[in-house]
């Protein structure tokens, strides 16, 4: 049993190259990684690049970003610039594009226009496109039809769920990043528990991180077994790290 446990924290090496050494690969985001190394395969030169936060794609955009040259933009870029400019470079990264819902109303029908002519710009030059976002394009609250549609000719690509490996090798990433030391048990003992999203694992690590901050003490399999049941009978909510304090103390963690 202790030999599986060892294999399975330890051979952990399937790590991306050039640019991606610290990008651990999966099958959860295999198809992505190849996708965006074989950018200039990508069919009308474009990419939406889908998927939550903490789930490595601004990674994987800035490694495209590292390879292409492209220049990198916001949504409010797009209100404000000259498109038939923006289509002139290498490249193009669009970060977020699915803010476009929160602009104002007034913004939002220009940005609407305005990216619909930079999609056919880019059509018509040798610039590569790329856009992230965290939500399909259903939900953007699209007006201009012909703006939905060109999106639609669209290729996507979506960061999918961590599956064990990939959880494993995050939490170890996390714990690693902030100095804490655990166990191989403990590593294995939380991702049979915690709830299977990129956000979770982080919050997860970042409440371990504060624990181990005010109890000076290293964190054990109950301590985590504590906060998991905390968690989960949080619904999952999003919890600001301003309520960690009072988050921990209702949970027994903290005095």
Known sequence: MKENKDQ????????????????????????????????????????????????????????WVEQTGALVISVSDIFKSDVIELSQGRGLLIENIDKIKISNAGEKVIIEEKLFHLLNSTSQTSCYLMMTCSSSIRSWGLRLQDLISRLKTIAVVEMLPPDDELLVAILLKQFDDRQIKVSPEFVLFVSKRINRSFFSISEFVNLIDHITLKRKKNVTIPIASQLLDSLAKSNNADININDFDSFLERSGLVG
């Open 8 to 63: 399975l924290i330890f051979n952990l090496n399937r790590k991306g190259n050039a640019g991606l050494e610290n990008f651990y690969i999966s099958k959860s985001n295999d198809l992505a990684v190849n996708t965006i190394k074989n950018w200039k395969d990508w069919p009308t030169k474009k990419l939406l690049l889908m998927g939550p936060a903490c789930s490595g794609k601004s990674h994987l955009a800035e490694f």
